[in-house]
């Protein structure tokens, strides 16, 4: 117990009696953003982007990961790097432009100039400076110590001993696949990025994401639709068996996911009647083909039901209608920065990127019928936590705490499963 650096005991767990509490300071004390910062984003691996986003040589994207602003890019030898975007020489940001594709960095400040793998090209007065510079290599531009990626997924990870990322998602991989086999041709994502904020800590969401608890209460308004659009019961297109309707499961590491049937649409291969007529044939030759791909019991599990998945700690996948990437990048105790990216197959149907689009936009987008109310309700709890300073409180998890595995849907395991894993590190971590 270390009674003073306020990292003790934020992480209540008695499996033996199904206790399950965190408390509250987790989202407002400072030295817990300060350990977090060094305890979970320097050690695990943190999405960046996806190989469709740097496919030309030369293209880049910033991204932000852990606190650090990064050049994601493809350069003109053809390798994806990130790099820091910050000039080796006093640290002004190398670009300003939020993507686009260049034959080199420029350093408006002083006119260093880098060629596109990083290697300082130019050095302004080059005959002023020792023979030796830059032998080192540190003039150069400042790479993260690892890359990696699955299937296409970008991971950076700023500890150079950490696992391999093939490790590091273990069990979460069957799911990865269960995204990225949707496309025949692969999958992309679609250019148009949601970039919003919210004045909440970024642990909010990250649980938020995958909380099957709170879809009947908070977003009872986007389900009275489907209701009326598409009244229950749900049947498989084809009979093909089918997992258990909805469920909660653990895929260690502190990854997570919540699988179910769907009332809605998907893309992927599940007409619904709020789509109109005209693009049955379409959506269901789609599932037609996906069957005779991968066959039939993975394609109704495609096609039929939605997930939503945590890769540990901050990418959220959910796998709904259409498909959306989500990272949660926190900024203070109280303010996140999230972006999210729609994932689409490659090459598909007209139709089926405007029902994907649509999607993206009316049920997840910022202005949405889900992510408002996401939003408020995350507000409203960290203005509850921020307002009851001092306060020993704490957020009860417990709901199915009983059981050990797979819980149903609308149970609390999920959410679990991303708190054992932090208070695993948090605890752990030596400030
Ligand atoms: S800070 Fe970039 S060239 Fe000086
Ligand atoms: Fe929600």
């Not at 050690?43 to 050049?71: D, M, N, T």
Request: hydrophobic fraction near 35%.
């Amino acid at each position: 117990m270390r009674a003073t650096d306020g990292l003790d005991d934020l992480v209540h767990i008695d499996d033996s009696r199904g206790v399950f509490k965190v408390s509250r300071r987790s989202f407002t004390d400072p030295r817990v953003f300060e350990a977090e910062r060094k305890a979970i984003f320097d050690k695990c691996w943190l999405y960046i982007g996806h190989e469709s986003e740097v496919e030309k040589r030369g293209q880049f994207h910033l991204r932000s990961a852990g606190g650090r602003e990064l050049i994601f890019n493809r350069d003109l030898n053809g390798k994806v790097n990130a790099f820091l975007n910050a000039c080796p020489h006093r640290g002004a940001r190398l670009c300003t432009a939020r993507d686009g594709s260049v034959r080199t960095f420029f350093c408006y400040y002083h006119g260093w100039t880098f060629t596109t793998d990083g290697a300082l090209h130019i050095l302004p007065d080059r005959e002023v400076f020792p023979e030796t510079f830059n032998d080192d290599g540190s003039a150069n531009m400042v790479a993260v110590p690892r890359l990696e990626h699955y299937r296409g997924l970008y991971f950076v990870c700023f500890d150079k001993d950490a696992v391999s990322l093939s490790d590091y998602l273990g069990a979460a991989k069957p799911y990865l696949d269960l995204c990225l086999d949707q496309g025949e041709a692969g999958m992309e994502v679609v250019e148009g990025t949601h970039d919003y904020a919210s004045s909440a800590n970024w642990k909010l969401l990250s649980e938020n994401s995958v909380d099957g608890n709170h879809l009947s209460s908070l977003h009872s308004t986007y389900l009275d639709y489907v209701k009326t659009v598409n009244p229950p019961p749900v049947q498989p297109q084809d009979g093909a068996s089918k997992p258990t309707p909805g469920y909660q499961r653990d895929l260690g590491n502190g990854h997570t996911v919540a699988e179910y049937a769907v009332p809605w649409g998907r893309v992927a291969g599940k007409w619904w009647p709020a789509w109109g007529e005209e693009t049955k044939p379409e959506i269901e030759a789609a599932y037609q083909r996906l069957a005779k791909r991968v066959g039939a019991e993975k394609a109704d599990r495609i096609a039929n039901y939605s997930r939503n998945l945590l890769i540990f700690p901050n990418l959220a996948i959910v796998d709904g209608t259409g498909l959306t990437l989500r990272t949660i990048e926190p900024s203070a105790t109280d303010y996140m920065k999230v972006k999210a990216y729609a994932l689409a197959e490659k090459g598909e149907s007209e139709t089926a990127r405007r029902l994907r689009l649509s999607a993206f936009v009316e049920f997840l987008g910022p202005g949405g019928l889900a992510t408002p109310d996401d939003v408020d309700a995350l507000q409203q709890c960290q203005k509850s936590y921020d307002m009851s300073a001092g306060m020993p409180l704490w957020n009860d998890l417990s709901k199915g705490s009983l059981q050990a595995k797979d819980w149903p849907f609308d149970h609390e395991g999920t959410v679990r499963c991303f708190w054992r894993e932090w208070g695993r590190r948090i605890h752990a971590h030596k400030p």
